[in-house]
């Protein structure tokens, strides 16, 4: 999946690198560039997801691999789609991934160089104003096959253009009824070569040069003049710019301005998601979910609220590496990538999500026993808590059958289980309604039994998690499956809305919970250092932001393991 080759480094040893490591080598060897100074640059559209997380890593990765920095720069050359609260949520993102940019920029910054940029191809006889409507220029295009043909304004003087481009940013035209275009190649073979726009009259308000611009630039007249101008040495962007290397390296040579260079790699693509900002907000516009950053999002704000941890992000983005082809990443690795972090991290609690009752009719009424418990078996620092039992307890009610199969281990008439970090129970008898339904279940329980001093000799095979009924916490927990229905949403026929999973999201309204988690309450506060935890035999959980001490809320981040390949099949 990734491009990697396998070349000798300085000292002898066969290392992998990836096909942009090989070239920051080559180029730092050749002398061409003394340092690596690489840029994320955002547009401020929109929150960052999971694809950005990749391109941040491998921006951000690289450059501190080789010593250097990397700028933040949101591209706000668009006015009409960019916000101040995407800025503020792009930042917030960028850190709490793990990383720190040396400079922050923003390409309205340069609107003024940009300018004067333009003016030079003018007076250079490189760019020209055409009144051409764009359907005209579309029409003068021509096609892969067949040239274009110039525009009747191709051939004005410098002095007019200039004088044209100076009234156009003035205000004096209206919206759409002039361009200034690069004058490069009609007939070339790369479409975009073919005089391309470089500036547009918009008489919109931005977000920072407010109402002194009424000309933007264009996306390829921006992006690499700007990476010029902070003196980046590698721009490294996504394949479907590619087409547009060409024109990056003319502008750049026909400025005279510092080499920066564009390298592409293939985007993130993740299984039963979709990666686009423009659709993710329509999912928000039109309330499919909560928010840019539900928990079912693929936004880093999503995943941050669901319980994804930076380092686990980060894994993923390491392990699928850079590729220099499209392809669909399984969404099981991310998954699989945040077990692994939070089974190290994770404090470990019990919580009953569909409780029936069981009383221990031989354990005397009204006592309590404070038994101890690891809060994470992965962590020898970790310490215990208190977890108090008494004569009623609940576990869940798939816990128990009353016919029950051989090779079950769970609880039933006459059989044995154990209770986790408790005693062992065994089944006398239980009580049904008029439905069917189970009221009660009653136990004995053996006093020699208990875990970590367990002489009893009774052999339990099953352990089951367990909350003292008086000390039980009320918790809300929240479930989630896969966004969509289908592996690629984007490339389904129709209308990706029509692939929602309606059943995304399982609501428990009530579950119970040991009391410990309550003494957590004060970590279920808007910080991203709140804790993460296994509910024991359920999976990896973590506080929603929206919690309060009288009212947990609980994300499900991913369950113990991939239960749901197996059950979709
Ligand atoms: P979207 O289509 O989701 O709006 P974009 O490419 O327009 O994405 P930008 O804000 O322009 O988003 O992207 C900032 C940087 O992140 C760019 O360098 C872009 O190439 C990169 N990027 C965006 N999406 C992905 C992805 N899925 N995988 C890897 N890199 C991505
Ligand atoms: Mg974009």
């Known amino acids: 999946m990734a491009e990697t080759t396998n070349s000798p480094n300085n000292s002898g040893e066969r290392t992998s690198r990836n096909f942009l490591e090989e070239i920051m080598d080559n180029d730092l060897q050749s002398g061409r560039h003394t340092s690596v100074l690489t840029r994320f640059p955002p547009e401020p559209n929109g929150y960052l997801h999971i694809g950005h997380a990749k391109s941040i890593t491998v921006n951000f990765g690289l450059a501190l691999k080789y010593g250097g920095a990397t700028n933040l720069r949101f591209d706000d050359t668009n006015p009409v789609t960019e916000e101040t609260e995407y800025v503020e ?35 250079d006889g490189l760019a020209y104003v055409d009144d051409s409507t764009s359907e005209e220029i579309a029409a003068m295009k021509g096609t892969p096959t067949r040239p274009g043909t110039d525009s009747p304004y191709r051939s004005r003087s410098p002095q007019e ?15 759409g009824s002039r361009t200034l275009r690069a004058r490069i190649d009609m007939s070339s073979p790369n479409m975009l070569m073919r005089d391309p726009i470089i500036y547009r009259i918009k008489h919109a308000h931005h977000h920072r040069t407010g109402d002194q611009w009424c ?67 329509q999912l928000v516009n039109e309330k499919y979910v909560d928010g840019w950053d539900d928990p079912r999002m693929p936004t880093i704000s999503g995943l941050r609220r669901r319980g994804y941890t930076p380092k686990s992000i980060r894994e993923f983005c ?160 929240r479930d989630y499956d896969r966004l969509f229905r289908v592996e690629n949403p984007a490339e389904e026929e129709g209308d990706f809305l029509d692939y929602v999973n309606p059943d995304s999201l399982r609501v428990i309204p009530v579950a119970l919970a040991e009391p410990a988690l309550l003494e957590d309450a004060r ?47």
């Open 215 to 281: 000309i933007y630039p264009t996306y390829d007249f921006a992006h690499g003049q700007s990476d010029a101008i902070e003196n980046i040495t590698h721009s490294i962007c996504t394949l479907e710019f590619m087409s547009h290397r060409e024109l990056y390296n003319w502008f750049i040579e026909k400025l005279g301005l510092f080499p920066s260079r564009q390298y592409e790699f293939a985007r993130l693509n993740l299984s039963y998601t979709i990666m686009s900002k423009r659709k993710l907000l």
């Open 89 to 123: 949520s792009i930042r917030n993102d960028v850190r709490w991934l793990g990383y720190t940019w040396k400079d922050e920029f923003y390409a309205s910054d340069y609107f003024e160089q940009l300018f004067g940029f333009a003016l030079k191809l003018i007076r």
């Open 161 to 175: 253009n200039e004088d044209l481009f100076r009234s156009m940013r003035a205000g004096e035209f209206p919206d």
């Open 318 to 477: 390491s392990r699928i590496g850079v590729a220099k082809r499209d392809n669909l990443i399984d969404v099981s690795l991310l998954e699989f990538c945040a077990r692994e972090d939070l089974n190290k991290i994770s404090q470990r609690r019990m919580v009953v999500f569909d409780p029936v009752k069981v009383v221990i009719t031989n354990w005397p009424e009204g006592t309590v026993e404070e038994l101890e418990s690891e809060n994470n078996p992965e962590d020898s620092n970790g310490g215990n808590r208190i977890v108090p039992m008494s004569r009623e307890i609940f576990i869940e009610r798939d816990d128990f059958m009353e016919d029950a199969p051989k090779k079950y281990f769970r609880l039933s008439p006459g059989k044995s289980v154990r209770l986790k970090s408790a005693y062992i129970i065994t089944c006398e008898d239980f009580q049904k309604d008029e439905h069917g339904t189970i009221t009660e279940i009653h136990c004995t329980y053996h006093p020699d039994s208990r875990s970590g001093s367990d002489t009893s000799g009774i052999k339990a095979k099953g352990t089951l998690h367990w909350v003292s009924a008086s000390h039980a916490v009320n918790v809300e927990v």
């Open 523 to 569: 970590n279920a506060t808007d910080s991203d250092d709140r804790l993460h935890y296994q509910f024991l035999r359920k999976g990896y959980y973590y506080a929603d932001l929206s919690s309060t001490a009288e009212k947990l809320i609980f994300n499900q981040t991913v369950g113990l393991r991939d239960t749901w390949a197996k059950i979709n099949k």
